[in-house]
């Protein structure tokens, strides 16, 4: 779902014919603290949580700062598609909500708030490799 760049370290997703630069979250220490405490995010910049399994992943926002679309994606036989997109809201709190997805997936995309709208990624989109 993700390609890396062999000439860089640089990591990148695609959704149709546009390509998002993305930071790997891939243990579970990163997953966990990964966008806490971060006041800003780029636009062309995402964060890409990537699962051993696909499973239904719940999110939460604890210590976020910032709004983010969430977008769950699958991998079935060799297809990345998107099987929820959700708006998460900053949580300083200590009882935070969490986001559910609808489907199981194996990655999680994480952009500033509203970008899924602004670059038409909707349920059920393919992701494309460059």
Known sequence: MYHKNQNSDKNYVVFENKSFEVELATTSDERQKWLMYREFLDEDKWMLFVFENEWHYNFWMKNTL???????INDTNGENRVVDIQTAHPCEVEDCPSYTPRGNAVYVL??????????DIKFWDLLYLK
């Open 66 to 72: 910032i709004p983010l679309d969430m977008i769950w």
């Open 110 to 119: 994480e952009i500033n708030a509203w970008l899924a709208k602004k670059y």
